[in-house]
């Protein structure tokens, strides 16, 4: 019973967070999308950091770290350089969106390439990149209830829960099942009814509950294993038949997962293409300025490369010698479930919680942004009036909750890390399109869409290589990651067809690149 209570408590400072944000809030696009342009520097640090740190660090992070050692670990330097490009993009999109009114990143695109075909396409990236990353959120909640509810046994009129099932009258479903239903359902709720001023005011909450967690179950694994020294000696120690012993403390790790080059790539692809998904986009265009945007740079960098280095690296490899056999994506939540009080774990677990619903809403909250202001206004009814446009809104919220939940419910579908790297890479091909608008007056509309239609073609013949016939390499060739592929190639493509085409009208250029 204790946790279900916890999580209601957790669930009801959210929703009431979320109502407060509905009845401050306006109906129009700008206040829904991007909370009429009014964060502070506290609220965008916070919502940028709450968005960034999703399942995909509380749970797949350490569950990296658990199965290929220690090489993840400098997968997270893409912190930092994340903090740098929230003030080398964050800045002028800030300042560009201000001028010109933008709300999605197709916006921007659209309006410096004079091109409708181009909006679409960058909009379509950004529909990619969100619901693989909305899935892995609601694949968290799963996880989580599943595994922090296995010795409950409550009963409560028609609802039973016990033996990792959970009935309600004649229908009966599994604790992961229900976990996912439930958080999905809370996240899209309050997504709904508040939109962007919801999803900023939620993740303040959520970002210092996830702060807390990380930190704290870092430094609880460190305790269990007697200190710092003990934890190391004894992941040292860790050997089998296929990994000897100090693979999980050496490159390239006990399953050779972790090649310099695949660290080196695969760190860049994360980092340049999480700054660059929607989600943050429209963050900078949220900031109430350029000096919100630079502290934020700072609170982000320094607390989540601590949350990374003293929270998830210790959870993931710490987790390794306290549970040598377990799914390892669940590794931060067996130590909690086995080691502390069942209220304190609870309370943990509600931190997870707040990572996944904190991601997943801001990702479903873009997604909706960009199929109104990319698709169904400029395609379907030009005409549409605010409030009709902020309640297609939530229907798409609503659909693409549905979706990712379903997705996310199908048996043996990846790791969480493993697919949350996939919508890095596709949010990657949208980094480019920047170049013009921000630094290069010679870049075109032509080298920008077949950048991206060429680099996006390279990224799936690199991911799937045995589905085109491909048998020369497997994924990642030469042990690069298949997202650097698809950037490397959208760059080329975008600096060769730039050379032999047209660039935008001067006084396109004049608008955007003022000396």
Same mark, same amino acid.
């Given at each position: 019973m204790t946790p279900l209570v916890v999580i209601f408590i957790y669930v009801m400072v959210t929703f009431g967070i979320g109502v407060a944000a509905w009845w401050r809030g306006r109906v129009t696009t700008a206040d829904f999308y991007i909370a009429g342009r009014s964060q502070g520097y506290i609220v965008t640090a916070l919502a940028i950091m709450a968005t960034f740190f999703s399942s995909f660090a509380m749970l797949g992070a350490p569950g990296m770290l658990y199965k290929g050692g220690i090489g993840f670990v400098f997968f997270m330097l893409n912190v930092p350089i994340c903090g740098v490009l929230i003030w080398i993009i964050g800045k002028p999109l800030w300042a560009l969106g201000k001028r010109f009114g933008y709300i999605t990143p197709s916006d921007l695109v659209a309006d410096y390439y004079k091109s409708e075909s181009l909006r679409v396409l960058v909009s379509l990236l950004g529909i990619v990149y969100v619901i693989p990353y909305a899935v892995i959120q609601f694949q968290g909640g799963g996880y989580l209830f599943d595994v922090i509810t296995q010795q409950s046994d409550v009963q409560l009129g028609f609802f039973h829960l016990a033996g990792r099932q959970v009935t309600i009258g004649a229908f009966s479903t599994s604790t992961f099942i229900a976990g996912a239903v439930f958080l999905a359902s809370i996240t899209m709720i309050y997504t709904i009814m508040g939109g962007m001023r919801a999803v900023s005011w939620t993740n303040v909450f959520?970002?210092?509950?996830?702060?807390?967690?990380?930190?704290?179950?870092?430094?609880?694994?460190?305790?269990?294993?007697?200190?710092?020294?003990?934890?190391?000696?004894?992941?040292?120690?860790?050997?089998?038949?296929?990994?000897?012993?100090?693979?999980?403390?050496?490159?390239?790790?006990?399953?050779?997962?972790?090649?310099?080059?695949?660290?080196?790539?695969?760190?860049?692809?994360?980092?340049?293409?999480?700054?660059?998904?929607?989600?943050q986009w429209m963050r900078y265009y949220s900031a109430k300025g350029p000096s919100a945007l630079r502290r934020s740079m700072l609170i982000f960098a320094i607390v989540l490369t601590t949350c990374y280095l003293f929270g998830t690296a210790f959870i993931g490899l710490g987790g390794r010698v306290l549970f040598p056999d377990v799914t390892p994506d669940t590794v931060f939540l067996e130590i909690l479930h086995q080691y502390?009080? =069942?209220?304190? #774990?609870?309370?943990? +677990? &509600?931190?997870?919680?707040?990572?996944?619903?904190? @991601? $997943?809403?801001?990702?479903?909250?873009?997604?909706?942004?960009?199929?109104?202001?990319?698709?169904?206004?400029?395609?379907?009814?030009?005409?549409?009036?605010?409030?009709?446009?902020?309640?297609?809104?939530?229907?798409?919220?609503?659909?693409?909750?549905?979706?990712?939940?379903?997705?996310?419910?199908?048996?043996?579908?990846?790791?969480?890390?493993?697919?949350?790297?996939?919508?890095?890479?596709?949010?990657?091909?949208?980094?480019?399109?920047?170049?013009?608008?921000?630094?290069?007056?010679?870049?075109?509309?032509?080298?920008?869409?077949?950048?991206?239609? =060429?680099?996006? #073609?390279?990224?799936? +013949? &690199?991911?799937?290589?045995?589905?085109?016939?491909? @048998? $020369?390499?497997g994924r990642s060739p030469l042990g690069i990651h298949y997202g650097f592929w698809g950037f490397m190639v959208n760059l080329a493509v975008l600096w060769l067809v730039s050379r032999i085409s047209s660039r935008p009208e001067e006084a396109t250029l004049a608008r955007f690149h003022q000396e």
């Open positions: 959520q970002g210092a509950l996830l702060v807390i967690g990380m930190i704290a179950g870092g430094l609880i694994t460190v305790w269990l294993l007697g200190g710092v020294e003990g934890l190391f000696g004894k992941v040292a120690a860790i050997q089998s038949e296929t990994a000897p012993a100090g693979s999980f403390i050496t490159l390239p790790g006990p399953a050779g997962m972790f090649s310099v080059p695949y660290i080196f790539t695969f760190t860049l692809v994360a980092s340049f293409g999480t700054m660059a998904s929607p989600s502390l009080p =069942l209220v304190l #774990a609870s309370f943990f +677990v &509600t931190t997870i919680m707040a990572a996944a619903m904190s @991601t $997943a809403n801001g990702n479903l909250h873009s997604l909706a942004a960009l199929i109104t202001q990319d698709i169904y206004v400029p395609f379907l009814r030009r005409g549409a009036s605010q409030r009709e446009l902020v309640w297609i809104a939530r229907l798409l919220i609503t659909a693409a909750s549905v979706l990712s939940l379903w997705i996310a419910i199908q048996p043996d579908i990846g790791m969480i890390v493993q697919i949350g790297l996939i919508s890095m890479a596709v949010a990657l091909q949208m980094f480019p399109s920047l170049i013009g608008p921000l630094w290069w007056k010679g870049a075109t509309r032509a080298g920008t869409v077949w950048g991206i239609v =060429l680099g996006m #073609a390279v990224l799936i +013949v &690199t991911f799937v290589p045995d589905k085109f016939g491909i @048998t $020369a390499f």
